[in-house]
């Protein structure tokens, strides 16, 4: 089946860093990723369409200039939290639709845990 | 706006026993409805999909859902549960205004003791 990959599973930074997250699709091209957060005990709520070649589509209330998203291929989507805050401290997953149908199955990533200090 | 509603955030049933997750869901349009499991440090995985074809779905590991327009119901369902049905799991639909997005429902923790 269809894989989703991200890096780093895992990253502990300090505060007023910046971290990247990386989602790449493994055996298919994705012209549209998603990025997800997820609270503890809580669903996931999505927070922009990453879309390959262009601008990335954000959500109601997330700031789009701390969460840097980036689609530089069709494989490869990341995103960068920009000054990390303990706020920010989630779990972030992406997904991506092997094909573009609106059901078609999205394949999600292991998920990526961000402590902020 | 579509959303989706898990009645009970945990559910605890013994090995064998049927298990039923509950999912309501409320859409101004037809919906597509998915059900996703999530294994401690995996990601989330596809059981099943309703996409207005056949109201009883089937899914992977034994599960099926039904899908009832007049209740606004999509529930999980598995007649014997096994130990390693144990997991988070989520019933999600589309966000038609944010293309092939899904909405989640806030999880059902499902416990199944021996």
């Known amino acids: 089946g269809a894989v989703v990959s991200q890096h780093p599973s895992r990253v502990i930074c300090k505060s007023g860093t910046s971290v990247k997250i990386e989602c790449r699709s493994l055996d298919f091209q994705a012209t549209t990723m998603f990025w997800y957060r997820q609270f503890p005990k809580k669903s996931l709520m999505l927070m922009a369409t990453s879309n390959e070649g262009s601008k990335a589509t954000y959500e109601q209330g997330v700031e789009k200039d701390k969460f840097l998203i980036n689609h530089a291929s069709l494989t490869l989507s990341t995103l960068t939290v920009t000054s990390a805050h303990p706020e920010d401290s989630s779990f972030y997953i992406c997904s991506a639709p092997r094909q573009q149908g609106v059901t078609d199955t999205q394949y999600f990533g292991p998920g990526t845990r961000l402590t902020v200090l | 706006a579509q959303s989706v509603t898990q009645l009970g955030s945990h559910v605890s049933v013994s090995e064998g026993a049927l298990v039923l997750l509950r999912c309501n869901y409320s859409?101004?349009?037809?919906?597509?409805l998915f059900w996703y499991v999530q294994y401690p440090n995996q990601g989330l995985q596809l059981l099943l999909k309703y996409t207005s074809a056949a109201t009883l779905v089937k899914g992977i590991n034994g599960f099926e859902a039904e899908f009832k327009k007049s209740e606004t119901s999509f529930h999980l369902t598995k007649p014997s549960a096994h130990m390693s049905d144990a997991a988070e799991y989520f019933c999600?639909?589309?966000?038609?205004?944010?293309?092939?997005?899904?909405?989640f429902g806030k999880g059902t923790t499902l416990s199944v003791s021996s």
């Open positions: 999600a639909v589309i966000n038609d205004e944010a293309g092939t997005a899904l909405i």
């Open positions: 859409s101004s349009v037809p919906p597509y």
